[in-house]
């Protein structure tokens, strides 16, 4: 009896429930909630196959609860809503709440779940929104993270940056202070020291000048007698002291030492080269004039040694226009060994051509500079040596033929003293003086051969000891 009635419930629950329409809940991927019965609806056998769970409230047997009888008037009982819990319930409602099977279940799930859908919509704008924020301030926080980062590189670099100028401004305070202290001081006393010694030579060259005032009140007087000589030079004139020879210069005269020498006597000495006393680096004017010590008195009363000087382009310009003129070149070597050349025609023109050299007529064993340039030069190198038909030159006046006007192109002012240079030379009696005779061009002011130099001789590195010229009148030999 209570099977039957029990068969009878779960057949009315069921027909009750019939109306659902499951299939608008269905949801793929889960198991079909209408999978263990028939998809026809006759009447099927029911076998009892499965576990049934006991019925709600039971105590392991069901026991019907019989209705009380009313009393008096029929109450209506208020229909009792039973809570949402996601079960079913009876056929009869009076029974109560059904524990929920697989098709209540999955009915309050969709009825839920359409409420969590609302939510879900409702909710993804916000949580998108909430996304973009929190991207835009997590990018926000690594920038700001970043910059800390960069700032603190920044600030450590600076730090060991000011450190080390601290450093550097301890040392430079400490050299200052050295300096200030130390070195300052030291340099002062040996400036004053300096100063002192200057001051003192000055005091010194103030006294001489007062001296040199004091003794020139009275006209200069010379200590050698000088004889006078009037009219022309004669031929080997066997003199050996200063002679003083009248003629038309404007200055009344001109001194010349007049020496006679062994081989050749009767000279005219018109300049002399001994020992590098006299500077011939000089100017225009003054190998115009003249220049240097004619001779020294040795005690005889007159001076019979000669000195070194250049007797003057005026008037060995006016001796040589005189008449037929010859020149002879003595020349000596630091080993005591002697040469000559000698030239029977030579003559110095006016200044109006700027004192134009003419020779010819060589004879002698020094070699001819003159006429033939350097023998050691070839083609134009050697043309460029001949000195001959050439224009007198000085540092201040450039007569030469090496670029003529370019003032860093002069042979006077790189050769040491005036001559008939042409590009440059291959002879040069006024060039520097230098001592011992071989020199290099490190020695040179200018790096070129400017001592005293006959190059056919001994070649252009190599300054002469001494070195003469001499002049006479020529008197062609008799036949």
Same mark, same amino acid.
């Given at each position: 009896?209570?099977? =039957?009635?029990?068969?009878?419930?779960?057949?009315?629950?069921?027909?009750?429930?019939?109306?659902?329409?499951?299939?608008?809940?269905?949801?793929?991927?889960?198991?079909?909630?209408? *999978?263990?019965?028939?998809?026809?609806?006759?009447?099927?056998?029911?076998?009892?196959?499965?576990?049934?769970?006991?019925?709600?409230?039971?105590?392991?047997?069901?026991?019907?609860?019989?209705?009380?009888?009313?009393?008096?008037?029929?109450?209506?009982?208020?229909?009792?809503?039973?809570?949402?819990?996601?079960?079913?319930?009876?056929?009869?409602? @009076?029974?109560?709440?059904? +524990?929920?099977? *697989?098709?209540?279940?999955?009915?309050? !799930? !969709?009825?839920?779940?359409?409420?969590?859908?609302?939510?879900?919509?409702?909710?993804?704008?916000?949580?998108?929104?909430?996304?973009?924020?929190?991207?835009?301030?997590?990018?926000?926080?690594?920038?700001?993270?970043?910059?800390?980062? @960069?700032?603190?590189?920044?600030?450590?670099?600076?730090?060991?940056?000011?450190?080390?100028?601290?450093?550097?401004?301890?040392?430079?305070?400490?050299?200052?202070?050295?300096?200030?202290?130390?070195?300052?001081?030291?340099?002062?006393?040996?400036?004053?020291?300096? =100063?002192?010694?200057?001051?003192?030579?000055?005091?010194? =060259?103030?006294?001489?000048?007062?001296?040199?005032?004091?003794?020139? /009140?009275?006209?200069?007087?010379?200590? +050698?007698?000088?004889?006078?000589?009037?009219?022309?030079?004669?031929?080997?004139?066997?003199?050996?002291?200063?002679?003083?020879?009248?003629?038309?210069?404007?200055? *009344?005269?001109?001194?010349?030492? /007049?020496?006679?020498?062994?081989?050749?006597?009767?000279?005219? !000495?018109?300049?002399?080269?001994?020992?590098?006393?006299?500077?011939?680096?000089?100017? &225009?004017?003054?190998?115009?004039?003249?220049? #240097?010590?004619?001779?020294?008195?040795?005690?005889?009363?007159?001076?019979?040694?000669?000195?070194?000087?250049?007797?003057?382009?005026?008037?060995?310009?006016?001796?040589?226009?005189?008449?037929?003129?010859?020149?002879?070149?003595?020349?000596?070597?630091?080993?005591?060994?002697?040469?000559?050349?000698?030239?029977?025609?030579?003559?110095?023109?006016?200044?109006?051509?700027?004192?134009? =050299?003419?020779?010819?007529?060589?004879?002698?064993?020094? *070699?001819? +500079?003159? !006429?033939?340039?350097?023998?050691?030069?070839?083609?134009?190198?050697?043309?460029?040596?001949?000195?001959?038909?050439?224009?007198?030159?000085?540092?201040?006046?450039?007569?030469?033929? &090496?670029?003529?006007?370019?003032?860093?192109?002069? +042979?006077?002012?790189?050769?040491?003293?005036?001559? &008939?240079?042409?590009?440059?030379?291959?002879?040069?009696?006024?060039?520097?003086?230098?001592? #011992?005779?071989?020199?290099?061009?490190?020695?040179?002011?200018?790096?070129?051969?400017?001592?005293?130099?006959?190059?056919?001789? /001994?070649?252009? &590195?190599?300054?002469?000891?001494?070195?003469?010229? /001499?002049?006479?009148?020529?008197?062609?030999?008799?036949?």
């Amino acid at each position: 009896m209570r099977t =039957l009635l029990l068969l009878y419930l779960c057949v009315y629950a069921a027909r009750a429930q019939d109306d659902l329409e499951y299939d608008d809940y269905d949801v793929s991927g889960t198991v079909n909630a209408r *999978g263990h019965r028939p998809s026809t609806r006759g009447r099927d056998v029911y076998t009892n196959n499965r576990y049934s769970p006991p019925p709600i409230g039971g105590r392991g047997r069901y026991r019907g609860r019989p209705t009380p009888a009313p009393v008096g008037q029929p109450q209506v009982q208020e229909k009792q809503e039973q809570p949402e819990s996601g079960g079913c319930t009876h056929a009869s409602e @009076e029974m109560g709440v059904l +524990c929920p099977n *697989g098709c209540e279940l999955k009915t309050a !799930l !969709l009825k839920q779940e359409r409420n969590v859908k609302t939510s879900i919509n409702d909710l993804k704008p916000r949580v998108d929104e909430l996304s973009r924020s929190t991207n835009h301030i997590f990018n926000y926080v690594n920038s700001i993270s970043n910059s800390l980062r @960069e700032r603190q590189r920044l600030f450590d670099d600076n730090g060991r940056a000011v450190s080390q100028y601290t450093d550097q401004v301890e040392e430079q305070h400490v050299y200052i202070k050295e300096t200030v202290d130390t070195v300052f001081p030291s340099n002062i006393r040996v400036l004053q020291g300096v =100063l002192e010694k200057v001051r003192q030579k000055i005091q010194r =060259l103030e006294k001489a000048i007062q001296a040199q005032r004091e003794e020139c /009140k009275e006209p200069c007087k010379t200590k +050698c007698p000088i004889p006078v000589v009037s009219g022309e030079i004669k031929q080997r004139i066997r003199v050996t002291e200063l002679v003083f020879i009248i003629n038309d210069i404007n200055d *009344g005269g001109l001194s010349v030492f /007049k020496r006679t020498s062994s081989i050749f006597p009767g000279w005219l !000495l018109i300049q002399s080269r001994l020992d590098g006393s006299v500077d011939f680096g000089r100017r &225009w004017d003054e190998y115009r004039r003249g220049f #240097g010590n004619i001779g020294f008195d040795t005690g005889k009363g007159h001076c019979e040694t000669p000195g070194e000087y250049w007797l003057g382009n005026d008037r060995i310009s006016l001796l040589t226009k005189m008449g037929p003129t010859e020149v002879l070149i003595e020349m000596e070597d630091w080993t005591g060994a002697k040469v000559h050349a000698q030239y029977n025609q030579f003559t110095i023109q006016s200044e109006t051509s700027n004192y134009v =050299l003419a020779v010819d007529g060589y004879s002698g064993t020094a *070699g001819n +500079c003159f !006429l033939d340039g350097s023998l050691e030069l070839y083609g134009e190198n050697r043309t460029m040596t001949i000195h001959n038909g050439m224009m007198f030159s000085t540092y201040d006046r450039d007569n030469d033929n &090496w670029t003529p006007g370019d003032p860093s192109k002069q +042979c006077s002012k790189e050769d040491g003293g005036g001559w &008939w240079y042409n590009r440059c030379h291959s002879a040069n009696p006024n060039g520097r003086y230098y001592m #011992g005779g071989a020199y290099t061009r490190q020695m040179a002011k200018h790096g070129t051969d400017d001592g005293v130099v006959w190059m056919n001789w /001994k070649g252009s &590195w190599y300054s002469l000891k001494a070195i003469s010229m /001499k002049i006479r009148p020529y008197f062609p030999p008799s036949k």
